[in-house]
């Protein structure tokens, strides 16, 4: 059984940045979903295992950032120009595909989800 812990959230305002952090050990591609009140869980971002290969949603292209350090099973988010939009529980997961897939179905292990808000 994989355990997955986040750590990172907060409030901030908008324009602000935050880094979203997921320790997690095992060779899985690990994704970012997140989930606002009233809303389905949507993807955020993606990594593949080695890490060469990631997969972005629209909404966030160029403002937020994946990335992993594998010597110290942590999987990382950095969230930059937040929007008021960005708030919701952001949960991480992890799938053995090891492929950066967008679909939560492809992934096996998820988080308890850490929140984030950004005041407008």
């Known amino acids: 059984q994989v355990q997955l812990v986040e750590s990172g959230g907060g409030l901030v305002q908008a324009g602000g940045s935050l880094r979203l952090s997921c320790a997690a050990s095992g060779r899985y591609a690990m994704g970012w979903f997140r989930q606002a009140p009233g809303k389905e869980r949507e993807f955020v971002a993606a990594?593949?295992?080695?890490?060469?290969?990631?997969n972005y949603a629209d909404s966030v292209k160029g403002r937020f950032t994946i990335s992993r350090d594998n010597a110290k099973n942590t999987m990382y988010l950095q969230m930059n120009s937040l929007k008021a939009e960005d708030t919701a529980v952001y949960y991480c997961?992890?799938?053995?595909?090891?492929?950066?897939?967008?679909?939560?179905?492809?992934?096996?292990?998820w988080g308890q989800g850490t929140q984030v808000t950004v005041s407008s």
């Open positions: 997961a992890a799938g053995e595909s090891r492929a950066p897939h967008s679909s939560a179905v492809r992934y096996d292990y």
């Open positions: 990594i593949s295992w080695t890490g060469s290969s990631t």
